[in-house]
């Protein structure tokens, strides 16, 4: 009897442990870990101090303060960041690479509408050179100016705005309001230009 007993205890402690440890493991996995680089460069030369903002920029890091970025924490960019640090030391800077974890959910919140206010702003840039496009494409065809060359030059735009919206895409982490109605507005661009190219085709046959 006793030794049953201790036997349920065990497997109870046993039970308890294994429990706590899967909880930790949820709430880990449901934390948003992020990697934080902090550096300090020679202000001089300048051109390789803005190289190294815009390569963090490019990167999608969100700035909380002069030489101090984070970026989600992935395998990737933790290797990138460790290239970047030696890029750093041999610049004569210091840099120092920690993960970091939001106190609440509060913070975390706060980070991450940095991150989207960062994309957003670029979905607004991407938005308004398709504004560009869409004015371009009518008034080509205002102008009745259906021709190969002019369609070649629009295909070659809207292909740099395909290119664009990806590379926001892929730096936009958390999903932005934005995000839906950049590619819709894409679709739209891609909706015009296959009206004017049949436009072109047409007239050009006509001329033939």
């Not at 303060?65 to 460790?82: A, E, F, H, I, M």
């Not at 030391?89 to 706060?110: F, H, P, S, Y």
């Not at 494409?137 to 102008?143: P, R």
């Not at 021709?147 to 990806?166: G, I, M, P, Q, R």
């Amino acid at each position: 009897m006793f030794l049953s007993n201790s036997v349920d205890a065990i497997d109870r402690v046993l039970f308890h442990k294994r429990l706590a440890k899967r909880k930790k493991n949820l709430r880990r996995m449901e934390t948003q870990n992020w990697l934080l680089l902090t550096y300090k460069v020679p202000p001089e030369p300048a051109k390789k101090r803005i190289s190294l903002w815009r390569k963090l920029k490019g990167m999608g890091a969100v700035y909380l303060q002069n030489g101090v970025c984070l970026l989600p924490k992935t395998d990737d960019y933790t290797r990138r960041l460790k290239i970047l640090e030696n890029e750093i030391i041999e610049m004569g800077g210091d840099a120092v690479i920690l993960e970091a974890v939001a106190l609440d959910k509060a913070q975390e919140n706060k980070v991450v509408a940095r991150f989207k206010a960062d994309r957003d702003e670029e979905y607004k840039e991407f938005l308004d050179k398709c504004k560009d496009f869409e004015a371009e494409i009518a008034k080509e065809t205002a102008a009745s100016h259906f021709t190969y060359a002019e369609l070649e030059e629009n295909d070659v735009d809207l292909k740099k705005l395909h290119s664009w919206l990806e590379k926001i895409r892929k730096l936009d982490f958390y999903g932005t309001n934005l995000a839906e109605e950049a590619q819709k507005r894409l679709a739209d661009c891609e909706s015009l230009l296959d009206a004017y190219a049949q436009r072109v085709f047409e007239v050009q046959d006509e001329n033939r």
